[in-house]
């Protein structure tokens, strides 16, 4: 500690210069902050998925039906506890930038399934007691400034007309990163006011196996029971489904590594080049202190500790502005939720910090190597 | 009292051998100290003259182990300079050495007060210890209402007494400076070597000092002229001795 003094007089000895470098650091984990919270908001169903849980799709295609007959067949197979279904409805509210998620689910079972999703029991049962009725998610309510009670009016396009909904329920969820942004409805609604070709059928099952049951060995039997039928299926864990819905939208998991590489890459580039510079002017300085006593060990470590505690501030500067941004842009992305999770805001700090050891390293080296004697007679 | 003969006196604080500095530039080798002999007293004040790539500051560089003889040995207070590692040089230096630069080399970044305190973080001394001893040494250079200055803040005579007090906070065995009022004008000047002077009548300072500066010289107990590499003259007390 007793040594902060002089590195903190160092650091502040070029602060315009600091200052900029402090910004390069915050800039960039500012953006690895936005990129960590978009790759969130594409991989957010392979994040928060259940461990427990299978999605059995058409074999063919995810938007390819399965028979609501297949949810007793499910039922009864060796480790299967719950089933539970939904639709895609695929509907806007008002107008086409308005897109979020909304499925037509099995109302007495799909609470049931998705525990991390917290309602109110009397709002349950007022959806559940409404064909009309809708639970939606507590940051699309926020987003279009719904409340309970309200009427909302969905344009489908799969499913042509206005729909109306009665919103009766809110649910939020029970871990950071949940996704609530949903908007769920009735299935009964769906096959009361749909065409008809979407009676006796459901878009996907969701189906939850028993403590210690072999997932894998549930998925095999799954798709043994239904082979050679018209509605062949093709049963893989929740993460696994995700994950393959993500990929969809392109390898966007490989483009931010990409950018983010490129990033910190230049930044090691810049930082390092400046780092040389301020230990290239105070040759003298560096070499005073090692006449006065101070090792080869000590100029080597004041160097980097100034390179760290530059790569520090700035990089929690950046990633607490993109903390504090990721909000902001979930309104803007409607249909994704972007969030910075915590382990993230650690990696992302880290790897500032690495990029600050990493920059300072060769001019710390060099000031280690600089020979008193030398140094002096450059005076 | 200060010998270049090689003989052993008593009550040495610094004794070199035999002394060899050989630099290789290019093909040439350059000869910078040849044999050289020397025995300082403690205590004693000695100016260094000689016209410039005498070896003058090549003696002081080696005498505060900041580099290292081609042969010979240095042996201050019983430490032999010659036989330690790079790292126990260091050691040694921040312990028995105290350096003053022409230039001050004050870090700009600190205050008169950081500057000194310096050597003293090398120490074991705690907070309160290091305040006491800096307010110390730089009431005794006469700036304890400039402790809070930069070095910008100050004049060049100021500086270089900051850098005497850098110097002496430590209490080292000895004091060795490189031009000290080189960069000064004449009152400044004046005023430092009345400060060099006094360190060593009143604390028993002992202090090397290379100068180009007669009236500087004339301040020493004993004045030794180096040429090409060689002490090749003794004035003053030790001359008169």
């Known amino acids: 500690m007793k040594y902060l003094g002089l590195v903190l007089a160092n650091v502040r ?65 060796a480790g299967v506890q719950a ?33 991390e999703f917290v309602i109110p029991d009397e709002q349950w049962q007022a959806f559940a007691g409404d064909r009309q009725g809708c639970v939606v998610g507590a940051a699309l309510a926020q987003r279009y400034g719904w409340k ?19 919103v009766r329920a809110i649910y939020r969820g029970s871990r950071p990163g949940d996704d609530e942004g949903q908007f769920w409805f009735r299935r009964d609604y769906l ?22 049951v072999d997932a894998a060995a549930v998925s095999r039997a799954i798709d043994e029971r239904f082979a050679n039928s018209p509605f062949e299926t093709k049963t893989e864990p929740e993460r696994a489904f995700a994950a393959s819905f993500a990929k969809q939208m392109g390898n966007i998991e490989a483009l931010i590594l990409i950018i983010g590489g490129v990033v910190f890459f230049t930044l090691l580039l810049v930082t390092g080049n400046t780092q040389a510079l301020s230990v290239r002017e105070r040759t003298t300085e560096l070499a005073v202190l090692k006449t006065l006593g101070f090792s080869d060990r000590f100029a080597l470590l004041l160097v980097l500790s100034e390179s760290v505690l530059v790569a520090g501030v700035g990089g929690l500067a950046g990633i607490t502005a993109a903390k504090l941004v990721t909000p902001a842009l979930t309104q803007a992305l409607p249909g994704f939720t972007v969030f910075l999770p915590t382990w993230d805001l650690v990696v992302g700090l880290f790897l500032a910090l690495l990029v600050g050891l990493a920059a300072g390293l060769l001019p710390a080296v060099s000031a280690m190597r600089l020979r008193v004697v030398d140094a002096l007679r450059r005076v | 009292m200060v010998r270049v003969d090689g003989e052993d006196g008593a009550e040495t604080l610094i004794r070199v051998r035999n002394l060899d500095k050989r630099y290789q530039r290019g093909s040439e080798e350059i000869h910078v100290l040849q044999g050289l002999n020397l025995d300082v007293g403690r205590g004693e004040f000695v100016a260094f003259m000689g016209p410039s790539g005498s070896g003058k500051t090549t003696l002081l560089n080696l005498l505060g182990g900041l580099d290292v003889p081609s042969a010979g040995s240095i042996t201050v207070d019983g430490d032999e300079l010659t036989r330690m590692s790079a790292a126990k040089l260091t050691r040694w230096r921040a312990r028995h050495v105290g350096f003053i630069f022409q230039m001050y080399n004050l870090l700009p970044v600190l205050t008169a007060f950081g500057n000194v305190e310096l050597p003293l973080l090398l120490t074991r001394l705690d907070r309160a210890q290091r305040r006491r001893q800096v307010e110390t040494a730089l009431a005794l250079v006469g700036l304890a209402d400039r402790m809070d200055h930069f070095p910008r803040q100050l004049s060049g005579g100021q500086e270089q007494r900051v850098a005497i007090a850098r110097a002496i906070v430590a209490d080292p065995s000895f004091l060795l400076c490189d031009e000290p009022t080189g960069d000064l004008d004449r009152a400044s000047a004046g005023e430092i070597l009345d400060l060099l002077t006094a360190l060593a009548r009143e604390y028993g300072k002992t202090i090397l000092m290379v100068t180009h500066d007669p009236r500087a010289a004339e301040r020493a107990d004993c004045v030794l002229h180096l040429d090409k590499g060689v002490l090749v003259e003794a004035a003053g007390e030790a001359a008169r001795a």
């Open chain 1, 83 to 115: 089933v539970t279904s939904a639709n895609w409805f695929g509907g806007v509210y008002q107008d086409e930038r308005n897109f979020f998620p909304q499925y037509a689910v099995d109302h007495e079972s799909y609470r049931g399934m998705f525990s």
């Open chain 1, 148 to 166: 309970l009670g309200d009427r909302i009016p969905i344009r489908g396009t799969i499913f042509p007309g206005i729909w109306e909904f009665n």
């Open chain 1, 13 to 77: 000895r070029k602060k315009t210069r600091t200052l900029l470098t402090v910004g390069s650091f915050a800039v960039a984990l500012f953006l690895f902050g936005l990129l960590a919270a978009i790759h969130f908001a594409f991989y957010q169903g392979v994040e928060v998925a259940g461990a427990d849980r299978l999605v059995v799709i058409n074999r063919v295609s995810i938007i390819q039906p399965l028979p609501v007959s297949y949810r007793e067949r499910l039922l009864q197979l």
């Open chain 1, 191 to 212: 096959e009361e006011r749909g065409p008809e070709w979407i009676k006796g059928l459901v878009g996907w099952y969701i189906v939850r196996v028993g403590d210690g």
